[in-house]
């Protein structure tokens, strides 16, 4: 099977480019061809397969001709049109899509009569601003029913009111255009929670051809049996307010004896750096590779304190791989795969003094208990991110998409 892989990035900025990343991988190692596509970048990263790009629009750019570009990239139609003249794939898989390739390349697929299926790794489908945030940092769903302004009204896109409003302008030209519905063959959610998120919002999402498929990693098999901790806790990922990073550092400041490295970089670090000097707090900026995840199994715990509807946290993933229990918030889709006490605890999203609770206690547990939560954390991850169940999952999508659009051409 030849698959494209689609998406607005080349290179591994976020967990959505990691997972397509990892997909193209698993594909390619079970004997199938792959392509990518995405957008121009000085960054993009070199690809054993082959690279197709297009151009889209630069935020740096008050030009018209370039900002609507955002709504609807024509060069990116017309490139998916040329690669798929010569590369006939069988099915197009598309992973970031709004804001850069646009939906204008649906049609362009389907003219070709090849099916497309897409990875929901946000919620861009039926949110403007993507994360159900508004400029206050509060969850928000008022533009339920199609009631996209209010992303404007609420400033919801970073608290800027012209990026607000360009978003919400893309959201009503994109559903009359080209609804996700009408346009898609096949939908993957990576948690049950986005998809009856997205049926609850927009009727229109139910009944589709989708499958719940949470995101896989080869660590486990890579690292082996995980090591003792060290005794420190971690968060890793991106330092922004919706990460809930403050909180964490709040709880943690007022619990002696509890030490944390922070991994990453963002907006948020150099306030997060004046705000928590502690020699309990350690910044260590951003990591990756073997660097990265010698500090997550040498961790006691990974804390994910999320304050949006996070979906399917690859850090969790990671971290059950390696063997390493994980302090969640109980929102979005974090309490479909932290057990409560036993590959991990839960605590109420945003609220310190809950998430302090659950610190203390899991700075009591005895090391028993602490070794059968990590060996709980590998068990879960072998059952639901084992990366050969992934690829013959996602495969068997893939072929049961193609045959069904098949025989409805036929139709």
């Avoid at 017309?78 to 049609?107: A, C, K, N, Y």
């Avoid at 049950?192 to 486990?220: T, W």
Wanted: proline share 4%.
């Amino acid at each position: 099977m030849k698959v494209l892989l689609a998406n607005r990035f080349l290179y591994r900025k976020g967990g959505s480019e990691s997972v397509m990343y990892n997909t193209a991988d698993l594909l390619r190692g079970a004997g199938h061809e792959v392509v990518l596509f995405g957008c121009e970048d000085s960054e993009m990263q070199a690809y054993p397969s082959p690279v197709y790009t297009c151009r889209t629009w630069h935020s740096s750019s008050c030009r018209f001709w370039e900002a609507r570009k955002y709504f609807n990239n024509r060069d990116a139609a017309r490139r998916m049109d040329e690669v798929l003249s010569v590369e006939r794939p069988d099915i197009v898989h598309v992973h970031l899509l709004f804001g850069g390739l646009t939906p204008s390349i649906l049609d362009v697929i389907h003219r070709h009569g090849i099916p497309v299926v897409h990875t929901v790794h946000d919620y861009r489908m039926v949110c403007p601003a993507y994360t159900f945030r508004n400029a206050k940092g509060e969850v928000c769903e008022k533009c339920s029913g199609g009631r996209y302004f209010n992303c404007f009204l609420g400033r919801c896109s970073k608290g800027n009111p012209a990026l607000s409003l360009m978003m919400s302008l893309e959201m009503q030209y994109r559903n009359r255009k080209w609804h996700p519905a009408s346009k898609l063959d096949g939908i993957i959610y990576v948690s049950r929670f986005a998809k009856d998120k997205h049926a609850r919002i927009d009727p229109r999402f139910e009944g589709l051809n989708d499958m719940v498929l949470y995101n896989c990693s080869q660590l486990m098999s890579r690292f082996g049996d995980s090591p003792l901790d060290k005794g420190y806790y971690l968060y890793y990922g991106r330092l922004s307010s919706e990460k809930g990073i403050g909180t964490l550092l709040k709880a943690v400041k007022d619990i002696p004896g509890l030490r944390i490295k922070v991994v990453g970089k963002g907006p948020e670090e150099a306030r997060l750096k004046e705000a928590f000097r502690d020699d309990r707090i350690e910044f260590l900026g951003y990591k990756s590779g073997d660097d990265l995840y010698t500090l997550v199994q040498e961790a006691r715990f990974v804390c994910v304190p999320s304050e949006w509807y996070e979906n399917n946290p690859m850090t969790i993933v990671e971290a059950y791989c390696l063997g390493v229990p994980v302090i969640g918030a109980n929102i979005g889709g974090i309490p479909e795969i932290v057990e409560e006490g036993r590959t991990g605890f839960l605590f109420d999203s945003g609220d310190v003094s809950s998430l302090s609770r659950v610190l203390h206690a899991s700075m009591e547990i005895d090391d028993s208990r602490y070794r059968q939560m990590r060996e709980n954390c590998r068990a879960f991850a072998r059952l639901h991110f084992d990366p050969e169940t992934y690829v013959a999952r996602l495969v068997e999508f893939y072929e049961s998409t193609i045959a069904a659009c098949k025989l409805k051409q036929k139709v």
